[in-house]
């Protein structure tokens, strides 16, 4: 399955956007198809052994829309050209929006100036002179429908190919008025009374409004893609291309031009182009514009650097990494406007209602003209009435009423470092009862330090000092990318700092000797990593042979159910029952240690020589983002692969209601799940690789930026800053975002619900109130605008406060 965006040109109201939708889902092969009104795009996942963009494209210019592949290969230079088009488009609609209001005015004056109390020349004057006075208003109106001819055309073509929209509505609407006016205008000899009926300046200020309402309404809509265009803009157009890293003399080239491997100079206040490695140089990175983080970060050789940064201070040689579509600006860019072109399932009422609601009304003021002319025989009243439904109703406000919010919400979000991967995502987080949090690197920092070690002296001990035992942990941990694997190695690094290089020594990393430490020549092979207990492998020593001929000289480092099981597997209890040890352990587990306990076969029983206790030091902000997510009554749970007395003391520590310790990797998803079948909305937060399952069975998973691939590809959401303090924030911005959307839709059905029946005349009877087209068309306008104008409202929240 492909996965596809399409640029569509021509929609204007939720019923076009319902059209391709309903076009391209009829195709074979076709398995999702989701448009937004807003960026006028298509989404659509589909097999392509059974359909192809041709086809694709093909169905929609037979509904009667443009449609264009984004292009792939450099989407910001892609956008930027749409963003150059726009622009052209918009000074054009300017021109022809004052066009219209010139026409517009002359018109108003013309028709209702005698009325207002101003001067009319006699020669155009309704009482001197009523034909002049209607060939004047047909000839400007005639020039308005001019201007609108683009929406006339649309609205047109729309009907011809059986997908009515709003574009639809209005051309009937102000060409019936049109038509009317101008029938009636070669009845003024036969019957001058009529010259009071005429609708010229109803047809005009129809398109007049709707024209002025469609261009406000895009200049609000392009404000909520302001935080993608703002990305955008980050992406530098040209790069300093270096022959080699010693060679400074560099040749100005376009990005496009670059490669990776290729080295690039980078100077003290630019953007850096590219993702890359620092080969050469030191700086401070302004990272504020991908993370939100405004505190520059210290980048020397060997720091990954992010394209669109800025290099604060000092000359960089960057070594490119990324290019194109895979940098990590490109993928943002390209993330959030995949979460803009999916739909929350919220919408789907407002996308039921599209699909028929331009039909519906056409057949609504249909009925209006016929029941009034049929009771009252008054064609004027009966015309003007169905042009008033016409153009009074509204789809365009329930098209805009999800995209808009879910576009500014979005946009909030990247632009504090919040990614949000879908409209379904921000939904669900909104809902929310349960934060739960794995614990290293999430809760703590994820850089355990060793804190203990000790060694058992004794004659049955095959290591002779804790430095031996220490290194040989060391040889043991080093196929490991575990957290605690880590903090072994680093203190192997400190006992061998800054001492010749000994080839003998069992790591394959640069280890060195100690002094006066005599370290036997061993090493370790046939390694066996069991997930979320320990791990184990066979020495290879003539010493250890010596002193033990009879065994393999297996050695483990874990936790101490994992020597457990291994020691029953011998049939032995020699550890389990041993109560000096298991007191020493439950002394350190209670001041919150995690211990790695070695063991090793002598004699046929598994003795322990030593064991290391590591700890990890807590993030800064942990406590306050707890204490933020209970203000917002949310509970807290912290899942650990610990021991439960460290785990539970950190969950102390930082003010965690629920915590469950000892949880292998496999079993993190089940406890989700089983939090779940109680009734709980589970918001999972993860960055390591193990957290991939559990950020799937999730209701909404959310993965820190500096974390695993698997976890942010296994995510709904991406935390770009590192640690945990944007969760709240994220949860805040979901709240928000579908407030607002409720709060659209609920305007958007109101105001049809409301305003088409007084279109109808329903007010006549009683009080002699009705809407002429002009207003209809006003009120129209307006509905749609305020919609946007709502949306936008999100753009002035903080979320962290």
């Known amino acids: 399955m492909k996965t596809e965006t399409y640029n569509i040109e021509g929609m204007e109201c939720a019923a076009c956007s319902a059209a391709v939708e309903k076009v391209t889902k009829r195709l074979n092969g076709v398995s999702q198809s989701s448009v937004n009104l807003a960026t006028k795009k298509l989404l659509i996942t589909y097999d392509e052994t059974l359909v192809s963009p041709q086809q694709i494209c093909g169905v929609v210019n037979k509904a009667g829309f443009g449609c264009f592949p984004q292009e792939e290969e450099n989407p910001n230079k892609s956008e930027k050209q749409t963003e150059q088009k726009s ?8 021109r022809t929006l004052l066009t219209a209001w010139i026409f517009s005015l002359i018109l108003m004056y013309v028709s209702m100036g005698s009325m207002m109390g101003l001067p009319v020349p006699d020669i155009i004057s309704m009482e001197s002179n009523p034909y002049n006075f209607a060939i004047i208003q047909a000839f400007l109106s005639l020039m308005v429908l001019f201007t609108g001819q683009e929406i006339i055309s649309k609205g047109l073509s729309a009907l011809f190919h059986k997908n009515p929209n709003m574009n639809s509505l209005i051309a009937i609407g102000s060409l019936c008025s049109f038509a009317y006016s101008f029938f009636a205008t070669f009845l003024l000899g036969e019957n001058p009374g009529i010259v009071h009926n005429l609708y010229y300046e109803s047809s005009a200020m129809v398109l007049t409004f709707i024209m002025t309402g469609k261009f406000l309404e895009g200049r609000s809509m392009d404000k909520t893609k302001g935080a993608v265009e703002a990305l955008i803009k980050l992406a530098p157009e040209e790069a300093l291309l270096l022959n080699s890293p010693e060679d400074l003399n560099y040749k100005k080239v376009p990005v496009e031009k670059i490669n990776p491997g290729d080295f690039i100079l980078v100077k003290s206040g630019e953007k850096i182009p590219l993702d890359g490695t620092v080969v050469k140089g030191a700086s401070s990175v302004d990272e504020s514009m991908i993370t939100g983080e405004n505190i520059p970060v210290e980048k020397a050789a060997g720091d990954n650097v992010t394209g669109g940064t ?13 290019t194109g579509k895979n940098t990590t600006l490109s993928r943002i860019i390209s993330f959030v406007e995949e979460a803009q072109g999916k739909k929350a399932p919220i919408s789907r009422i407002a996308d039921k209602t599209a699909g028929i609601f331009v039909p519906v009304v ?19 009243l009966s015309i003007k009435l169905f042009t008033s439904v016409l153009v009074i109703a509204c789809p365009c406000a329930l098209g805009l009423a999800t995209p808009a919010a879910i576009m500014t919400g979005t946009g909030l979000g990247a632009s504090n470092g919040i990614l949000i991967r879908s409209g379904e995502s921000l939904e669900e987080a909104g809902k929310i009862t349960t934060v739960v949090f794995d614990k290293t690197g999430t809760i703590t920092i994820g850089k355990p330090k060793v804190t203990d070690i000790l060694f058992f002296e004794g004659k049955d001990n095959p290591f002779k000092t804790e430095e031996e035992f220490l290194i040989a942990c060391g040889a043991l941990e080093q196929t490991s990318s575990h957290p605690l694997a880590k903090a072994v190695l680093e203190e192997v690094g ?5 001492t010749p290089q000994n080839s003998s020594c069992p790591l394959s990393c640069d280890v060195k000797a100690v002094q006066d430490i005599k370290i036997p020549e061993y090493g370790i092979q046939n390694f066996v990593n069991t997930p979320g207990k320990g791990i184990s492998g066979e020495i290879i020593s003539s010493e250890f042979s010596q002193k033990n001929p009879e065994e393999k000289n297996l050695f483990y480092l874990g936790s101490w159910n994992f020597l457990l099981e291994e020691e029953a597997k011998l049939g032995q209890n020699f550890l389990s029952t041993n109560k000096d040890l298991t007191e020493l352990m439950n002394k350190m587990e209670a001041d919150g240690k995690t211990l790695l306990l070695a063991g090793i076969k002598v004699n046929k029983k598994l003795l322990c020589p030593g064991l290391i206790a590591v700890q990890d030091e807590i993030r800064p902000e942990s406590r306050e983002t707890i204490s933020r997510l209970k203000k917002m009554k949310l509970k807290t749970v912290m899942i650990s692969g610990d021991n439960t007395k460290a785990a539970e003391l950190i969950g102390q520590k930082t ?49 820190i930026g500096g974390g695993s691939s698997v976890a942010i590809e296994s995510a709904d959401i991406i935390l770009m800053k590192e640690g945990i303090k944007d969760v709240p924030g994220a949860i805040k911005l979901s709240r928000l975002t579908i407030r607002n959307i409720k709060e659209n839709l609920f305007w958007a059905f109101f105001y049809n619900t409301i305003m088409i029946p007084l279109a109808a005349g329903v007010l006549i009877p009683k009080f002699n109130i009705s809407l002429n087209p002009m207003m209809a068309g006003a009120a129209m306008a307006l509905s749609s605008i305020c919609v946007v104008g709502n949306a936008l409202r999100l753009r002035t929240k903080k979320l962290n406060k």
């Open 362 to 380: 056409m057949g609504i003021a249909t009925v209006v003209f016929f029941v009034w002319f049929f009771f009252t025989g008054n064609f004027p």
């Open 494 to 498: 400190k006992l061998t700092k800054n």
């Open 87 to 94: 622009n052209r488009r918009i000074t054009q609609k300017k």
């Open 310 to 322: 800025i290099n604060s201070n000092g000359i960089l040689i960057v070594q490119v990494t990324r």
């Open 655 to 703: 003010g965690i209601e629920q915590v469950f310790g000892k949880v292998l990797p496999e079993n993190k998803a089940e406890i989700i799940q089983g939090l779940q079948e109680k009734g709980e909305k589970i918001f999972m937060v993860g960055d390591g690789i193990n957290d991939a399952p559990a950020l799937v069975q999730a209701d909404v998973g959310a993965a």
